[in-house]
Structure formats: C-alpha cells, structure tokens
C-alpha cells in the first residue's frame, strides 16, 4: 500500500497501515465522509422546490433566481480544484474540516436574509465551503481500499446517501414549506455539518506531514482556472445580457493563458497530459453529461410544476417521488451491474440512460405528468451508476498521488455542467419569456412562451449532452484499442 494511503487510520479498523478489509471497518470515516457528499446532494436540490416562493417573498427577477441556484454552482466549480490543490499541500483534513465549519456559519446566516443578493452572499460562502470539502470525500474513500471493489461498495455507499439528499431534497423541501419559512430549507445544513466535522475529526487521523507534498503552489494557474471555469459558467447569461464582445475575449483569453500556464510551469495546478487518459476523458465526459441533464431537468420540473400547472410545493414533492424511489432503492443494484457488464459499458450505458431520460422530458414533458415522472425514473436511473462508475474510471486511470486533484476534477465537471445546464436553462427562459416569470395569473401568451422555452431548454441540453457521451464512449474504445495492442504485442 501507498505512502498515501496509510494517511487515512481509521478507529477500529485494524493494524495501523492496513488498509480496511470492509467497509464495516471504515465506518466512522465513512459517516463522515458521507455527511459530506450529503450536504453538497442537499445543497444542490432542496432549494429548487423553493424558488417561486423565494422569488415572491424577496421579489426576485428571472435572473436574480437563476443566481440564487447558479452562484453555488459557479463558486463551487471554479474554485474545486485551487482547493484540491491546497489540501494535496497543507491537508486533506484540515482543509476539509475548516470548509465544514464555514458551511455551518453561512447556513445560520440564511436566517437574516431579507434580499435576494444577501441570500446569493449566502450562496457563494456555501459554494466556497462545498469547494473545499466534497473533492476530498471522494478521494479519502477511494484511497481507503486497494481492491476496486471495496472502492465501488465504499463510493456507492457514499453516494447513497447522498442521492437520498438530492433525491429527497425537492419532496422535503416541498413538505416543509407547506408549515415553516423557506429559509429553514438552508438551516438543515448546520447539523450536517455538525455530524460531518464529528465523523471526520473521529475517523480519520490527523494529516501526516510525510504524507503531503512540498511543492510550490501553482497560484498563477489556480487564478487562470478558477477564471475560466467562472467565465464558463455565467457565458451564457452574459450573451443574452450584454452581447457577445462583452465577456468572449476575457473567457477565451483566461483559457488559452490557463493552458499555456500549465503546459510551461514546473508545477503545474493540472497536469494536462493527465486528461488524454482515456479512462479519465471519457470518465469526466460521462459526469459531465450527467451533470447537465440533472440539473437543467430539477430545474425545469420544479418551476413547469408550480408555475405552469399550478401545483403547490407539497404536491410538487409528491411529484418527485419517482426520482426518489429510484435514486434511494437504486443503490443496490449498482455494484451487480458493475460487475456484470464491466466499468467501461457501465459508464456509456449509465450516461445514455440519463440522456435518452432528458430527451423525453424534452420531447413529451409537456404533454402530461406521466412523461415527467419516465424522464425522472430514466435520469435517475442512469445518474445512479455514472456517478459512482465514471468517478472511479477517472481515478483508476490517475497516479496515486493525484487521485485528490482527480476527485477534484470530477466534481468540477460535474459542478461546471450543472451550472451551465441551470445557465442555458434560464438564459433560455429568460429571452423567450416576457415579464416577471414568478409572478402568478399568467396570461395566455405567457403560458405558451413558457412551455415554448421548456421545450426548447429540453431539447438543447439534450443535443449537448448526447455529444459529451458520444465523445465519451469514442475515448474509451480508443482505450480499450489501445489496451489490446499493447496486451498482444
């Protein structure tokens, strides 16, 4: 076993330097690292059964309630790997515990909120927090076990609890908006936190100094990165806003300098040779159309729901209840499947599932309930393997001592197209509904607009989807070529 992973000792779990034979043997660790994966599942869901009532109460725009779910996401993507970085540097643990107690002082804060760009601060200091906590849930359990099994069981289990939070985010949300104030829907992230910091501080030993490398901080190539990822993300609102010329040279400039960076420096923050592994290109491409169709399609159901069909938010959670059944009872089909159809046709098949799932929900959603509940069974579904397969594909095709910044790329894939599936999708709804989108008693060319935009928003993030698993299925097979050849000479 690594140097690296004799960093983690778990209580209870044998010899010091043994890597845990079961997961009953991590357990504590695993607690904590699950409370962590919660919270960002939570984070990314609860809120979106909320939006038209945050839109009334702090008299929110379009755009303005679009960032109140964007902002997470830009943050938190731009900033994952300078803060996967910092922790291969200064400590896993550290730097996770010090996210976790900036999580719990911005979810009090949501209690004396009173505008809608105090609950976008808000956001923002949550999107720093999830930064620097979630890359290294996923790399501390993987780096816990030698054998990929044990590592598919821990990241499914991991993942378990945290589809429940993104699974049952949008229904409890809905039930407890029927009885208290929407801000109660941020105040859950406090004892999560709590628990978090209590299941990491316990099982997981303090960061060995031996164990954490010395070399210079990339600062340059972090601000490049962190710049290109955020341009990336507000690219689209900004087109519709403000014309192309205003935000095109500073993304394209921020990206080519970001790879001229890390193509010359002696420590690179990203490695760039790393991502032509095929099993990390096609792994991050797979998240990446999950990521997108996930999000663009919470974000559509929940507002076509409320403000198109009129549903409360409490019926609007019995409506998501499919998803829920799905992405909680999925679990224990995941390693199975794994197991028996390999982790490459895993992947492809998995990525496909959520896209055909988009693709109804853009074809048919506004036809009826019944073809919403099939899109969110089908995105569920295929969101229950990839999120587990494509992470671990990614990691196995990294040197053990990158599975952090791995863990951190992978999030921010999925981060990164998250927010441009939430950006597209209001950006669309934006320039093609006239008005004020969470006013009620919409007119009848309102109505029709809106379900124009809804079908237009579908079908865009479907075709941009598909592509990313196309380019992702033709990466592995070259992999797998490539595999061949050398095997045979």
């Not at 043994?18 to 904590?32: C, D, I, K, N, T």
């Not at 420096?265 to 290109?281: F, I």
């Given at each position: ?6 960093t983690v000792i778990?209580?209870g ?10 997961l009953?043997e991590?357990?504590v660790a695993?607690?904590g690292l ?5 919270f ?6 609860i809120?979106n059964?909320?939006?038209?009532t ?6 929110a ?9 964007g902002?997470?996401?830009v943050?938190?993507g731009?900033?994952?790997l300078a803060?996967?970085?910092?922790a291969?540097?200064f400590?896993r643990?550290?730097i ?7 999580l719990a ?9 009173s505008?809608?760009?105090q609950?976008i ?5 949550m999107?720093?927090a999830a930064?620097m ?5 996923m790399?501390l ?13 821990a990241?499914?289990l991991i993942s378990?609890?945290g589809?429940?939070?993104?699974a049952?985010?949008p ?10 104030p929407?801000?109660?829907l ?13 299941g990491?501080?316990?099982?997981i030993?303090?960061?060995v ?6 070399d210079?901080?990339d600062a340059?190539g972090?601000v490049?990165g962190?710049a290109?990822?955020?341009l990336?993300?507000?690219?689209p609102?900004l087109?519709v806003?403000?014309g192309?010329?205003s935000?095109?040279p ?27 592994h095929p099993?990390v290109?096609s ?5 990446a159309?999950a990521?997108?169709a996930?999000?663009?399609l919470?974000y ?5 729901l409320?403000l198109d ?6 019926l ?9 059944v799905?992405?909680?009872a ?5 390693t199975?499947?794994v ?8 992947a492809?098949?998995?990525a496909?599932?959520?896209?055909f799932?988009?693709a109804v ?12 509940a099939i ?6 579904a ?10 671990t ?8 001592n990158r599975?952090?910044?791995g863990a951190a ?6 981060e ?10 209001g ?10 989108i969470a006013?009620?008693?919409w ?6 607009e809106?379900r124009?935009a ?13 592509a990313l698993?196309?380019w992702g299925i033709a990466?592995?097979?070259?992999g797998?070529?490539?595999q ?6």
């Amino acid at each position: 076993m690594s140097s690296a992973q004799t960093t983690v000792i778990i209580n209870g779990a044998g010899p010091a330097g043994r890597s845990p034979q079961s997961l009953r043997e991590a357990w504590v660790a695993l607690a904590g690292l699950s409370a962590v994966f919660l919270f960002e599942m939570l984070d990314n869901s609860i809120l979106n059964v909320a939006l038209p009532t945050i839109g009334r109460e702090l008299r929110a725009s379009t755009t303005m309630l679009q960032w109140v779910t964007g902002a997470y996401a830009v943050v938190f993507g731009g900033l994952m790997l300078a803060f996967g970085a910092l922790a291969d540097r200064f400590g896993r643990r550290r730097i996770m515990l010090i996210g976790l107690v900036l999580l719990a002082v911005a979810s009090l804060a949501t209690a004396f909120v009173s505008t809608a760009e105090q609950l976008i601060a808000v956001r923002v200091a949550m999107g720093v927090a999830a930064a620097m906590t979630t890359p290294g849930s996923m790399a501390l359990a993987f780096r816990l076990f030698d054998e990929d099994g044990l590592r598919v069981r821990a990241l499914t289990l991991i993942s378990t609890v945290g589809m429940a939070g993104l699974a049952l985010g949008p229904t409890a949300g809905g039930f407890v908006l029927a009885i208290a104030p929407w801000q109660v829907l941020l105040l859950v992230n406090v004892p999560v936190a709590v628990l978090a910091i209590i299941g990491v501080r316990t099982g997981i030993a303090a960061d060995v100094a031996a164990d954490l490398h010395r070399d210079p901080i990339d600062a340059a190539g972090a601000v490049l990165g962190t710049a290109t990822i955020v341009l990336t993300l507000v690219a689209p609102t900004l087109f519709v806003n403000d014309g192309p010329e205003s935000w095109t040279p500073w993304a394209a400039t921020a990206a080519i300098l970001f790879v001229l960076r890390e193509r010359s420096a002696r420590y690179p923050l990203l490695d760039l040779k790393l991502l032509a592994h095929p099993l990390v290109s096609s792994g991050l491409a797979f998240k990446a159309a999950a990521g997108l169709a996930t999000a663009g399609l919470g974000y559509l159901v929940t507002l076509q729901l409320q403000l198109d069909w009129g549903w409360t938010p409490a019926l609007t959670a019995v409506g998501m209840l499919p998803q829920v059944v799905v992405l909680i009872a999925g679990g224990r089909f995941v390693t199975p499947f794994v197991q028996r159809v390999g982790f490459d046709r895993a992947a492809w098949i998995s990525a496909a599932t959520v896209v055909f799932g988009l693709a109804v929900y853009g074809l048919l959603g506004r036809f009826g309930y019944v073809w919403v509940a099939i899109a969110l069974m089908l995105v569920a579904a295929g969101l229950r393997v990839v999120g587990v397969v494509a992470g671990t594909n990614v990691l196995r095709g990294l040197p053990e001592n990158r599975t952090t910044i791995g863990a951190a790329l992978v999030d921010t894939a999925g981060e990164v197209t998250s927010g441009v599936g939430i950006a597209v999708t209001g950006t669309i709804l934006a320039a093609l509904f006239t008005g004020d989108i969470a006013t009620s008693n919409w007119s009848t060319r309102q109505t029709a607009e809106f379900r124009e935009a809804v079908t237009v928003a579908g079908l865009a993030l479907t075709v941009v989807a598909a592509a990313l698993v196309g380019w992702g299925i033709a990466r592995a097979r070259r992999g797998a070529n490539d595999q061949a050849v050398l095997e045979h000479g």
